[in-house]
């Protein structure tokens, strides 16, 4: 009958609504507790020169990208007077600060904030459309081809070629082609750089990838560099450290290649000037909430389907608060179909709920009775007058906004600021709950009044402390596809026929009589 | 849904006790179509269909519609004695005056409660009923003058200063349950149990009352006048009968109820009727209205003509019958 068709829309809403939930909760990673916290890096770049004579400067900085594994919040430059501008490339993006006329010493700090993500994959880096070249020559173009040529001997196929180089390029002592190709320093980026040019050499694709080791406990903030190879269409890392393929979860990519982390560029020979850098790094608890807003918008409008948060700041605040009403109506319509308490006007507890919001609990039920109480003298002495009902409401409504002003005014002179916020509250709503209970009052009794204005209030107060609920604000503003399961359950008590709480009591006397 | 923690409940369901929301649930939103409400909530649209199917109600002496009409009201009224505002479209007996007469000196008009009000205050009663302050959505309404009933005797030792009302609740055009409202101080001589009058059952069958319900609890005897109100023959039952199961054809809504009052000259009047009626008959009667309205839905293919129909309650919803 008509309950089954009910069910079916109840359900297929429920069902759609609690979809999107998991989807966003499980596969893209939205926080359930708002205050769940994960683990964040600040990072801070500090480069300093000295433009001696003065003249124009271009000084780049390598950002590292935001992936599915670490997010990228909070990006500052400190940089007086420089113009900054991003570049992207293929494989890396930059910073670029610019000024016209630099003179001496300068300073300019670059930080930001990285978070690791629950997604574990190691993210491969955009593919690059050719291949680069690489720059050998001569003794050391010689030297690599021999090396190539003996591993290429000792292994299967690319990876365990690629497997063997690295164990020559790290390996303690150097062989001599080895030592060729590294030349007089032999730290860790040296010997990536080597174990690139010989992949090339060997022609399979590979770049060096710099970064940083980001764990729980604080290190000193040395940049980590290892490679990339291309085997069967896949890029691949390689640990120098472990000398196998893949490297560690904690090592966050900053950048690939082998240019350096900041550099000045368009200096002719003449004007080189060093630059100094430093890197600091600061571990930090971040919300989760952040980090995946923050992924988000890195990978684009295609996943903030559902998201309220692509709106503008003051538009969220406005549907932080929408997106608890419907909750707050629900507990009305639970409240007086299951329950069966009466109230003064269909949904006017939910507005002076809204209301209560502004001017604190204690506050509003105090204003909320002092207005109708007043309202109903005010009106009662209006009958001598014998008004016309819209003329009456009318004056009903400008005496009642005439007590809210008094109120404001005593309040403030005894130093409470509460009294201050009314705005919200809805005057013209209990002008119109005055007249009503006037009029109760009249033809049911004081009793019949007295007790629907105070089922009124309590179930303001219910629906108030409802929507203050912080966790449910959180849930219901992070997951709005979970108002669609609300409207189920609420279809649902379209077709409730059970008694109401309160006609249990009424009917009691006929539970005895068993037929 | 309570009967899972409470055996009160679960007694009052398995009594057939129907609730608020299975009334509305189940039975308004089903039956009645919303497009005929207006015969029921509008009493003069309900009286004038009345009438058009030969069916009697309290004559009309006049319809207040305008501002004007609500000053001249004086004039209008000095044709009668006693007469009974009402607002068209109120409901629950709001609105109602009942003028019993006047004073000799001093133009007042004296209530059925004894209380004596002067003739602006009925044109400011008159103008707050044209604004609308007692109809159901707030809208504009109208007010009726009507004929002021003069009950019938028999009603005479259990009724204080009002008529008392007959409340049948008719589904499908079936009578199902009946009660009797009596009047007292406390509902100033309104037949209204919001206002605190006393509904005593009736038992279908014989037209013979049963025990009654006060304030949501069970009595025997009127707090007035101290009869008891158990055992009294309503005069005209079955002409009752026949009204309420000839009501649904004129306002074609399934569950519905129709109020009647018996005149001492004129015999039974419809009052009104009503789309959503309360559940308190339920008590009067100390009996559950699920049990008989599913019945009546069981058998509603045999219930074409308006004898069947009354026969089938008759046979049916004996009080001494067993559910």
Known sequence: MGKKRVYIVAGILALIGFALFLHKAVVVGYPIWPDEKVEGWQIEVRASFDRTPKGPVDLRVFVPRPTTRWALLERRVVAPLFGISTLNADLNQQVSLTRREVDGKQTIYFQFVIQQTRTAEYTPPPAIREARPHQLKDAQLAAASRIVTAARAQSSDDRSLVLQLLKRVTAKSPEDGIAVLLGPRRDRRRQMVALVDLLRVAEIQAHMVNGLELGATRRRATLKHWIEARIDGQWV?????????????????WWRGRERLVTIVGQDAAQKFKVTRNIAFQHLEQSALSNVLSMEQSRGQGQMLFSLFVLPVRTQEVYRLLVVVPLAIFLLVLLRNVIGITTLGTFMPVLIALAFRETGLLWGVILFGVVVGVGLLVRAGMEGLKLLLVPRLAAVLICVILIMAIMSLVSHRLGLDSGLSVALFPMVILTMTIERLSILWDERGGDTALKQAGGSLIVAILCYLLMRWSLLEYWFFAFPELLLVLLALTLLLGRYTGYRLTEIGRFKVLAGKAA | MFGLISPTARAIRDFGVVGLNQRNADYVLQYNKRRFYPRVDDKLLSKRLAEAAGIATPTLYATIETARDAAEAGDLLSKHEDFVIKPAQG?????????????????????????????????????????????????????????????????????????????????LGV?????????????????????????????????????????NDIVDEHPDTLNPVQNVDIPHWDRMLDLAARSTELTELGYQGIDIVLDRERGPLMLELNARPGLNIQIANRAGLAHRLEKVKTHRHDLDKTEDRIAFAKREFAADKPV
């Open chain 2, 175 to 215: 009578p199902v349950m009946a009660m009797v409202r009596l009047p007292t101080r406390m509902s100033s001589g309104k037949a209204n149990l919001h206002q605190g009058a006393i509904g005593a059952g009736i038992d279908i069958a014989t037209g013979r009352t049963l025990t009654a319900v006060w304030k």
């Open chain 1, 237 to 253: 890392p390689f640990s120098p450290e472990t000398g196998q393929q893949g490297v560690s979860p904690d090592l966050m990519p």
């Open chain 2, 91 to 171: 409901s629950g007996g709001d609105g109602i005056v009942v003028v019993v007469g006047k004073t000799r000196t001093g133009g007042y008009y004296r209530t059925a409660s004894g209380k004596l009000i002067s003739e602006d205050e009925l044109i400011f009663h008159l103008q707050n009923t044209i604004s609308g302050v007692f109809s159901l959505g707030g809208q504009p309404d109208v007010a009726m003058v009507e004929y002021r009933v003069q009950f019938d005797p028999v009603f005479e030792k259990i009724a204080f200063q009002g008529v008392p009302d007959v409340r049948i609740i008719v589904f």
